[in-house]
């Protein structure tokens, strides 16, 4: 079992920055990738990125050129780095991990775009 554990959430202005963190714990081996997902109110969840342990990432069309996610296999954590932030960004952001056929989940950290 893995645990996921998000942090940095908040209100931010649109055009302005945030930064999410996201530690595994539990049996962390061979959890590859990592990478984060979103729930807006009344939509579907979906995919921002995900970064496999070799460095290789995607990104959601819409955020790509804004968003940076980073890893760091040792700790077993992984970055969402967010900049020039739209309203529509406003979500609650869910740390992913997969590892050897199974889907994990953090509880989630609200995101708010809005002046």
């Known amino acids: 079992q893995v645990q996921l554990v998000e942090s940095g959430g908040g209100l931010v202005q649109p055009g302005g920055s945030l930064t999410l963190s996201c530690a595994a714990s539990?049996?962390?081996?061979?959890?590859?990738?990592m990478g984060w997902y979103r729930q807006a109110p009344g939509k579907e969840r979906e995919l921002v990125g995900l970064?496999?342990?070799?460095?290789?990432?995607n990104y959601l069309d819409s955020v790509k050129g804004r968003f940076t996610i980073s890893r760091d296999n040792a700790k077993n954590t992984v970055t969402l780095q967010m900049n020039n932030l739209k309203p529509e960004d406003t979500a609650v952001y869910l740390c992913?991990?997969?590892?050897?056929?199974?889907?994990?989940w953090g509880q989630g950290t609200p995101v708010t775009v809005s002046s």
């Open positions: 992913y991990a997969f590892q050897r056929g199974a889907r994990y």
């Open positions: 970064r496999d342990s070799g460095g290789f990432a």
């Open positions: 539990g049996s962390t081996l061979s959890i590859n990738p």
